[in-house]
């Protein structure tokens, strides 16, 4: 299979894993089609307020400590999942992460970054090497577990993940949750970091 080939694959892939994400999403939340949230809040997808709570999770993070969702609730979270050792979608989708970051500038301590690994062989030094070589400096989580345990919270956020030669496919998604810990944007790929970076200022900002 070609480079093209495999590269087109994993966009319909990651497509359809994220339509079928907002489809359950939908099921508990009303999609914003005008008015202020379209224009203080931007992504694939922006959810009305008070949208959905974000699907509850306990998992380790890279210190070795439990980690609960619950929390962060009082600021903006940005939850995605990757491989530290994947070597197509996760090192660019971490560079873009870093950008969104530089893009909110003194709004950045308002946001925690919240990675869910896709896979339980992730080691704490091997999510610290991808940050670093990311650069990305602000508050983060690498949060890992047992099969089970990350199957649970992929299924949630309507995850896709399927092991491939050398590699893994996975949807490529950012869900943005307000500080009352309701999703409100579910941005999938192209990420756009300074549009990440618009919607998590207005969150931060107050209710929208």
Not at 56 to 61: A, I, K, M, S, V
Not at 142 to 164: A, E, H, M
Request: include cysteine; charge should be positive.
């Amino acid at each position: 299979m070609t480079t093209r080939r495999l590269a087109y694959l994993s966009a319909c892939i990651a497509g359809l894993a994220v339509a079928a994400t907002i489809i359950a999403l939908s099921l508990g939340v009303t999609f914003a089609t005008g008015g202020p949230h379209r224009l203080d809040l931007r992504g694939t997808e922006v959810f009305s307020a008070p949208g959905r709570l974000a699907p509850r999770f306990t998992l380790r993070d890279q210190q070795g400590k439990r980690f609960r969702l619950s929390q962060t609730r009082g600021k903006v979270v940005a939850i995605t999942f990757m491989d530290a050792n994947c070597r197509k979608n996760c090192p660019i989708e971490g560079a873009e992460l870093a950008s969104m970051e530089r893009d909110l500038g003194s709004a950045r301590g308002r946001l925690d970054l919240v990675v869910v690994a896709i896979t339980p062989r992730n080691t704490p030094g091997e999510a610290q090497r991808f940050v670093h070589r990311a650069h990305i400096h602000g508050r983060w989580f690498w949060l890992t577990g047992s099969y089970d345990q990350l199957s649970k919270v992929w299924r949630s956020y309507g995850i896709l993940v399927r092991p491939i030669k050398g590699d893994i496919e996975h949807t490529t998604v950012v869900y943005l949750v307000d500080p009352r810990g309701h999703i409100r944007v579910a941005d999938a790929i192209p990420l756009l970091p300074g549009q990440l970076a618009e919607s998590i200022r207005a969150l931060a900002a107050g209710p929208v």
